[in-house]
């Protein structure tokens, strides 16, 4: 406790906010709060099934079977019926709210009806420290820590980044890379504040970068800030992070593939960019051919692992729940079978998309799809 004494004040003297500087042995309350949560419009996040109105997913709608899938998603297409049937069959119940989120022909987005999860290390070194919409990963290696993504504003990348990283034990100044999947404010929104704590070096698309900087979201590019290309090997100390361009979600979306450990066995993780089915058609193939690409690099490397920026591309709030109650087994592990279902549920589900969109401009009947107001998060 002495040590984490020491390094609350350290941190404090760094000019962090002056509301949790603490001069003494570190308790919860001496971190930066959580901010109040407020919630939801039922609507936001459809409609809940009887039996799943309880925490960890607040409620969350979850499509497991094809029958659950047809009654969700009100796809009229024949092609985009047969599509999000094949892809409620991939995701084999694996991922109920993940499935429920990516047939896009469903309402609600990104946001959720949730208590925030626990901060929580997931695989060795490797933490999960978001909030209940978004997964923020922090990821030691021997020459510190690369963080993926910043929350969307100063106040929540203090709460939940520097907060998590603080109740697990780690020194938020430790982090030396901060790549940043796309151009959201969500994912954007604290990168100021936590270069300007850290003097970590940024990573990200050129493309994004510069809208991001254009948008005034993002610092303009510094010495030692990075643009991220496809198949780049990304290396801080003893680990190397492969990028993966998978444009659609944004047009220069980055995903990410890099080797775990837990209990001594070697995985290779997944973790996927962006996750909200764009509105327009060609955005929606080109975010399909991404896919694709992204599954050559997870049969080349053996991926077995499925993470994503958004509670709702992993099922993480269940996941971290459930490994928070048991710490015996990793529910992120699903294996070679699942990670090749999970990519053909998500491509189905855009290819449902795709079909429906052709359909309602073919038949001059526009359905909620084209006209639903997306929270393409
Ligand atoms: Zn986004």
Redesign the pocket.
Known sequence: MQKLGELLISVAVAGLASQWVIDGAASAQDFPPYPEQKPLAAERQGAIAKGREDPPNGGRPEINSADEMRAASGYSAPGAVRYATLAAAAADGKWGVTTYYRCKNTPGGTAINAPYPAPLEVFDGVYSIGDHANNIWAIKTSEGIILLDALGSRENAEAFIVGNMMRLGLDPKDIKIIIV??N?D??TGGVEYLKDLTGARLGMTKIDWDAATAEGAMPAKADGDFYIVDGQKITLGDRTLTAVFTPG??PG?ISLLFPVTWKGQDHIATYAG???SPNELAELVQFRTSLDHLAVFNDLMQSDVVLSNHTVGDDGLTKVAAMTADPSVNPYIVGREAVIGYHEMWRACLSADIEQMIHDGATGDPTALAAREGE??
Request: no cysteine; aromatic share 0%.
């Open positions: 999947s796309h959201h969500d994912h979600h944004t979306t962006g996750q909200g393409p998060h």
